[in-house]
Each structure stands twice: as structure tokens, then as C-alpha cells.
């Protein structure tokens, strides 16, 4: 299995999909989201999953990764770019956003993709893909915890793909 991202380009996330993008929410968080296409499936392949985060915000969470971004049940092995906030064929979870130190931005609007901000320095984005051998049917705002509870025994086969975003 591989992912690939024509929004990462040499290792670099580009601009629009961070606080340089030019798609905000009512928030003023960064809402186009990463396209991406996943290729070489496993036979068998129902669904994908992903999960992207950014490890290197602990120190500034003091301890915890940032979710940019849950999504499960897709059923198609292409996301277009900024179709986290148009697609009906796939349910999203809630990200770091909706916690007191993203704000507490509504559940609602927490529900779709949460762009890149880093406060500090370069971030390390990664961008787990997962390929399922079933349908998980969570609901709308699920949580991390909840997505790897339901995917446990279904995995088979897992990519992750890596983007810097630069703190300018």
C-alpha cells in the first residue's frame, strides 16, 4: 500500500492547506483540505480510515499530538482536494480544535478538516492512511479513542505519509 499527495511537494505541505492558505472557517482555521490517493490496496479492501496529526505540537500542548483531521467509511481511494468540507460519502470526527486549547470550537464545526498552524517552529505533519477489510459505521464527531477501538482486528495494511509545514 502507498499514499500518495499532489498537496505535499518535496516533503513540504504546500501553503494552502495551513494558515498561509487562503480557506478559513468562521474561526479563522484553515479548512482546504490535503488531497490524496491511495494506491496498491490489499485485496479485500472495504474502506479506508485516515488520521493526520502533528506529533510535534506536544510541547506546545504539553503532551498531547494535534488531530488535524479523522475521517472513516471511505469507500473511494482518491480525496480531491478541500473535499473535507463537500463530500457526503464519508463520516468525519471531531479534531484538536473542539479541545480548550484549540479554543472549544463547536463539535460542529471541529467535524471536518483542521489545517496547519504551527505556533512555534517547522511541524511534521503525518497523514496515517488505513485500509479496512470492513465498514466501521461510525457517527459524525467520532473521537480518535474511537476510531482505533473499531478498527482493531480490521486493519490490513496501514501508510503513513510525511509533510513538513513550515512556520514562517
Given at each position: ?19 498561509r ?6 474561526n ?12 496498491n490496496?490489499?485485496e ?42 463537500t ?6 470526527g ?22 496547519m ?7 511534521l ?8 477489510d470492513?465498514?466501521?459505521g ?10 482505533y477501538h ?19
Open positions: 500500500m502507498k499514499v500518495i499527495s499532489s498537496g505535499i511537494k518535496n516533503g513540504v505541505i504546500l501553503d494552502k492547506f495551513g494558515d492558505g487562503t480557506q478559513f472557517n468562521e479563522g482555521i484553515p479548512s482546504c483540505s490535503l488531497p490524496f490517493q491511495a494506491e490496496l490489499p479485500h479492501t472495504k474502506s479506508l480510515a485516515l488520521v493526520l496529526e502533528d506529533k510535534d505540537a506536544c510541547p506546545v500542548t504539553k503532551g498531547f499530538a494535534w488531530i488535524h483531521w479523522l475521517a472513516a467509511d471511505i469507500t473511494r481511494w482518491e480525496l480531491k482536494e478541500n473535499e473535507s468540507k463530500a457526503k460519502d464519508f463520516v468525519q471531531c479534531n484538536s480544535w473542539t479541545s480548550i486549547q484549540g479554543g472549544e470550537q463547536s463539535k460542529e464545526l471541529s467535524c471536518y478538516y483542521g489545517g498552524t504551527p505556533p512555534d517552529k517547522d511541524h505533519y503525518e497523514l496515517h492512511v488505513f485500509a479496512l470492513t465498514i466501521l461510525l457517527q459524525r464527531g467520532f473521537y480518535l479513542n474511537e476510531l473499531a478498527m482493531e482486528g480490521h486493519i490490513l495494511d496501514s501508510f503513513t505519509l510525511k509533510g513538513i509545514y513550515p512556520k514562517l
